[in-house]
């Protein structure tokens, strides 16, 4: 019993909340059936010259992630050891394209962070001219190795039978130690290589997502002015009628 | 629109007739409007939501086999299931932590007689539908409003008939909980 009470209140709470259709939904639903036309099912409502757009943007979209890929993959390979790593410091603009200074291999390095830092910078509305990135710095450390070998004197008489297999035997050694598993680890320079290309990954899927979004704002937009032409065009029936 | 009336109407909408489409968007659109407002509590998206179920509902009528009553279901869970996908389309609600507001029973519980404790009742159940989730409304309104059967409801959510008794006892038992607390 008193459980159907309860019901008959739900029942009344949900009447007097019950939302109404403002008058004329049929027939804005119907101008717009004769405007739009049904959608085809399972295939994107854009037209022609839209689809080229989305496909545009897609590729332009799939080419900067492939690129970030690329250029990421083969520096976990050739990450710089710390005594043979390169100082290079990086000038890099913000929003325009000119004074990048950079000609060596770690120029990719320098790169990776110049969309983001783009992206970050248009994101967040700022106008800084540059931004400045150094990359991990032990030159003086590479120098002093490459001063050493140069003044190292030339042997004077080719190497002996004994010299060359002991010579193969401590390469093979280090061939060994470099498969040990155990020497896999990464070092903290690589786990921050990672989580950058990780960031990087994320700011291109944010990237798509915001290139889908603009895209489905212009599809409603070019809507919108279609509807005012043709309204437009209806009015000025009316006024050549009158 | 009886049965007949029905059938001609889809008949005519899936020979792509303008009648047919008009008939079955005059029929329909209020019932479908009234779960997806329920649902997005927004009357303008809800406007557009509705007109865009039936967008999808004609473009896919030719994939329709018709049998009277059912197509008030199909055209339902249609709406129920791009509703739903509107709602996880929209970022999450921010939720208050403090106590809803459930005055109007409480402050009157004590001093109305029968009759006005009755409307107190209702005012404050409307006051806790409101603190529902949006797919629980949905649930009530199928149920309650719409008078549906399980097994309709079952259809239109995807769920199983029973999945469907148990969250409406259970929503029940959260609409008795909140009333409790407050009387």
Wanted: glycine share 4%; net charge negative; charged share 25%.
């Amino acid at each position: 019993m008193e459980s159907e009470k309860f019901n008959t209140q739900i029942a009344e709470a949900l009447r007097r909340t019950q939302a109404t259709p403002h008058d004329g939904m049929t027939e804005r639903f119907m101008e717009r059936l004769r405007r739009e036309g049904l959608p085809q099912m399972g295939v994107t409502h854009a037209k022609p010259k839209h689809r080229h757009l989305v496909a545009w943007f897609s590729g332009v979209a799939a080419v900067a992630a492939v690129v970030v890929w690329v250029v990421l993959l083969p520096l976990k390979e050739d990450i710089p050891t710390p005594t043979g790593a390169i100082v290079q410091t990086v000038t890099m603009p913000a929003h325009s394209s000119e004074g990048v200074s950079a000609s060596s291999p770690t120029m990719a390095l320098a790169n990776l962070q110049t969309p983001k830092k783009v992206y970050s910078s248009v994101r967040a509305g700022h106008s800084e001219k540059s931004a400045q990135t150094k990359i991990l710095v032990s030159s003086e450390q590479s120098e002093h190795s490459e001063n050493l070998v140069s003044e190292l004197p030339l042997p004077s008489a080719p190497p002996t039978q004994d010299a060359v297999s002991k010579a193969l035997e401590v390469s093979k050694q280090k061939t060994q130690e470099a498969e040990d598993p155990n020497a896999l680890s990464y070092s903290p320079y690589e786990r921050e290589l990672m989580a950058h290309a990780e960031a990087m990954r994320e700011v291109a899927e944010l990237y798509t997502a915001e290139v889908v979004q603009e895209d489905r704002i212009a599809i409603r937009e070019r809507d919108a002015i279609q509807s005012m032409r043709v309204e437009r065009v209806a009015d000025k029936d009316i006024i050549r009628k009158i | 629109m009886s049965t007949n009336e029905l059938e001609s109407a889809i008949v005519s909408a899936q020979e792509g007739r303008e009648e047919g489409y008009r008939q079955l968007f005059a029929e329909f659109s209020g019932m479908v409007f009234g779960l997806v407002s329920r649902m997005l509590a927004d009357e303008a998206e809800a406007e557009e939501l509705t007109q865009d179920v039936f967008m999808q509902a004609f473009a896919a009528l030719a994939g329709f086999r018709s049998q009277g009553s059912g197509f008030s279901a199909w055209i339902r869970r249609i709406a129920y299931n791009m509703a739903m996908s509107k709602l996880r389309q929209k970022r999450p609600q921010l939720i208050s932590l403090d106590e809803p507001e459930y005055a109007t029973y409480a402050d009157h519980a004590g001093v109305a007689d029968e009759e006005g404790s009755s409307e107190e009742e209702i005012e404050s159940l409307i006051a806790a539908i409101g603190h529902l989730r949006q797919e629980e409304q949905a649930l009530l309104q199928l149920c309650y409003y719409d008078g549906l059967s399980m097994q309709d409801i079952a259809y239109i959510t995807s769920l199983t008939p029973q999945a469907v008794a148990m969250r409406l006892s259970r929503i029940r038992k959260k609409l008795k909980n909140q009333l409790s607390k407050h009387s």
